[in-house]
């Protein structure tokens, strides 16, 4: 883990009200693996740095993150500006694990839950694996814009007022890729996993199911206990055990974000 002082290379509005900031840090875009996250310092104001998915890594030392403007920290940094110095400690908590035996990876995201599953995308298809993104809005402008995907990969969408792709939930059509898939990875809301939690009981249960936990942090270093959740190998901290979690192991009901 480093602690870093970023510059922004670029900040971009890509869908309303979510950014995609590109920074310089070196060390932390070297060693950073899917599903990996940084601690950001928005601003003096904010004493709590906040916590953002590892997007994507551009070689030799760029890293980016994807993020909506979700309050105080957040609006901050949609603010800043192409040449400012970002605080970031990074990177932190456990990724996605591949097998390298697994062909077919099947990646879903809810809204925002695409962020940290480009950088898997990108890592996957570089070693060799077929990538079918599944990613569902509530409107077409709160759809990724594919062309920021890595090419190859198969891009399925849906919005839940059918203004592009399926009319539905993401969800809807998941079933239908079950059998296709070696390995499943996910990150959305909470509704989503027990969604997906409840599908496996019909459908692929001996298949790995890993998603994202996206629970409020405090340190992000494992000191403050804030983050901890009771699971069913027992108590777990997000940013250390985590966030990348067995969706099996997950006792939905403890679950408070
Ligand atoms: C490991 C991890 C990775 C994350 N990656 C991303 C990412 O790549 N992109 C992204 O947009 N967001 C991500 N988040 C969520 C992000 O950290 C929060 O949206 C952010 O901290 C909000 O800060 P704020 O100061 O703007 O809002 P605040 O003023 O702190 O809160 C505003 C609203 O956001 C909600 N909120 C705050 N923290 C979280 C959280 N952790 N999860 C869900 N809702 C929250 C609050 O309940 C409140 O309603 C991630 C969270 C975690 C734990
Ligand atoms: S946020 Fe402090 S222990 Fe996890």
């Not at 970023?6 to 995609?20: R, W």
């Not at 932190?92 to 809204?111: M, R, W, Y």
């Not at 592009?164 to 989503?192: E, H, K, S």
């Not at 998603?211 to 494992?222: D, N, P």
Request: aromatic fraction near 8%.
């Amino acid at each position: 883990m480093k602690q870093a002082l970023a510059t922004i290379t670029s900040n971009t509005e890509v869908m309303p009200k979510t950014h995609l900031i590109w920074v310089k840090a070196p060390d932390i875009a070297a060693t950073a693996k899917p599903g990996q996250f940084i601690m950001v310092r928005c601003g003096r104001e904010l004493l709590l740095r906040r916590p953002l998915s590892i997007h994507r890594v551009k070689e030799p030392d760029q890293l980016c993150f994807l993020f909506s403007v979700a309050g105080k920290g957040t609006f901050w940094l949609s603010q800043c500006k192409e040449g400012k110095n970002l605080d970031l400690l990074g990177p932190l908590g456990k990724g996605f694990t591949i097998d390298p035996t697994s062909k077919n990876l099947l990646l879903v995201a809810g809204g925002i839950g695409i962020a940290p599953l480009v950088f898997l995308a990108q890592q996957s298809l570089s070693q060799g694996h077929v990538v079918t993104l599944l990613h569902g809005a509530t409107t077409a402008s709160g759809l990724y814009p594919q062309q920021l995907l890595p090419p190859g990969v198969q891009f399925v969408i849906t919005t839940e007022d059918g203004s592009a792709g399926n009319r539905g939930r993401i969800t809807d059509i998941l079933p239908n890729f079950f059998d296709w898939a070696d390995q499943i990875y996910a990150c959305g809301p909470v509704a989503m996993y027990q969604t997906i939690a409840a599908q496996r009981q019909k459908g692929p249960k001996k298949k790995s199911i890993q998603i994202s936990l996206e629970v409020r942090m405090g340190c992000g270093l494992g000191a403050c206990y804030g983050c901890t959740i009771k699971t069913r190998y027992g108590w777990r901290r997000v940013c250390q055990d985590g966030p990348i979690f067995e969706l099996d192991k997950i006792i939905w009901e403890e679950v408070k974000i």
